[in-house]
C-alpha cells in the first residue's frame, strides 16, 4: 500500500536528517485516518527508524478523530499519504512535501522551494557527469532525458523497435533528432 511504502521512505530520510542536524531539527506528528484504534495500533508501532529506533508523535487515536478531519481541511489534503510541513512558527512551507521527499530525499530538507531549487542543480550535475562517464566509455549513444509525455513512446517487444512518434524530440548530447530506436 502506498501509505506504508511512503512510511519506510520517511522513516529512512527522518533518520538521516536528525542524525545529521540533530534531533530538534525535523519532528513527524503522525495523523491517522485507520479504520480503528486497532489498525492505528499495527501501523504505528511499526513507526521505528531502522538504526537509531526512534518514533514519530502522534495525536492519540481515540482523542483525535476529529482534529484529524480538520486538519485534511486546514491543509487541503486530498489523498494519503500525505504530508504537510511547518515552519516551526506554524507556516506552511509545503502542502506536498510527500513528492519532495521522495524525488530528492533528506539532501533537500526541509523541501522548500530554495532548497529544491538546490537539489535540481544538483540532479542536474549528476546527470551531467554521469553523461560525461559514459562517454569516455564510449560505444553507445547517450540520451540525457526522453522529451515527451508518458505513452507517446511505442514499443514492438517482439521486434525489440522503439517507436517516437511525429517531431518526438530527445536531448542527445550531441543534439540529433531520433524518431525510431533498435533495442
Same mark, same amino acid.
Given at each position: 500500500?502506498?501509505?506504508?511504502?511512503?512510511t #519506510? =521512505?520517511?522513516?529512512?530520510?527522518?533518520?538521516?536528517?536528525?542524525?545529521?542536524?540533530?534531533?530538534?531539527?525535523?519532528?513527524?506528528?503522525?495523523?491517522?485516518?485507520?479504520?480503528?484504534?486497532?489498525?492505528?495500533?499495527?501501523?504505528?508501532s511499526?513507526? $521505528?527508524?531502522?538504526?537509531?529506533?526512534?518514533?514519530? #508523535?502522534?495525536?492519540?487515536?481515540?482523542?483525535?478523530?476529529? #482534529?484529524?478531519?480538520?486538519?485534511t481541511?486546514?491543509f487541503?489534503?486530498?489523498?494519503?499519504?500525505?504530508?504537510?510541513?511547518?515552519?516551526?512558527?506554524?507556516?506552511?512551507?509545503?502542502?506536498?512535501?510527500?513528492?519532495? $521527499?521522495?524525488?530528492?530525499?533528506?539532501?533537500?530538507?526541509?523541501?522548500?522551494?530554495?532548497?529544491?531549487?538546490?537539489? =535540481?542543480?544538483?540532479?542536474? &550535475?549528476?546527470?551531467?557527469?554521469?553523461?560525461?562517464?559514459?562517454? &569516455?566509455?564510449g560505444?553507445?549513444?547517450?540520451?540525457?532525458?526522453? #522529451?515527451?509525455?508518458?505513452?507517446?513512446?511505442?514499443?514492438?517487444?517482439n521486434?525489440? $523497435?522503439?517507436?517516437?512518434?511525429?517531431?518526438?524530440?530527445?536531448a542527445?548530447?550531441?543534439?540529433?533528432?531520433?524518431?525510431?530506436? $533498435?533495442?
Open positions: 500500500p502506498p501509505c506504508r511504502a511512503f #519506510l =521512505e520517511l522513516l529512512k530520510e527522518y533518520e538521516v536528517i536528525r542524525t545529521k542536524r540533530g534531533a530538534h531539527s525535523f519532528e513527524v506528528v503522525f495523523v491517522s485516518f485507520d479504520n480503528s484504534e486497532k489498525e492505528f495500533d499495527e501501523y504505528y511499526s513507526m $521505528v527508524t531502522p538504526n537509531t529506533k526512534e518514533q514519530w #508523535l502522534s495525536l492519540e487515536y481515540s482523542k483525535s478523530r476529529e #482534529l484529524a478531519k480538520d486538519l481541511e486546514v487541503g489534503v486530498r489523498g494519503f499519504p500525505s504530508l504537510v510541513l511547518l515552519n516551526k512558527d506554524g507556516t506552511i512551507l509545503s502542502n506536498n512535501a510527500r513528492s519532495n $521527499v521522495t524525488k530528492y530525499g533528506a539532501g533537500c530538507f526541509p523541501w522548500d522551494d530554495k532548497s529544491i531549487e538546490r537539489g =535540481e542543480e544538483d540532479l542536474l &550535475k549528476k546527470e551531467e557527469e554521469d553523461i560525461v562517464s559514459q562517454r &569516455k566509455q560505444g553507445c549513444t547517450v540520451v540525457r532525458r526522453l #522529451l515527451r509525455p508518458i505513452g507517446s513512446v511505442k514499443y514492438d517487444a521486434d525489440r $523497435v522503439l517507436e517516437f512518434g511525429n517531431a518526438f524530440s530527445t542527445f548530447l550531441d543534439e540529433n533528432v531520433a524518431k525510431q530506436g $533498435v533495442l
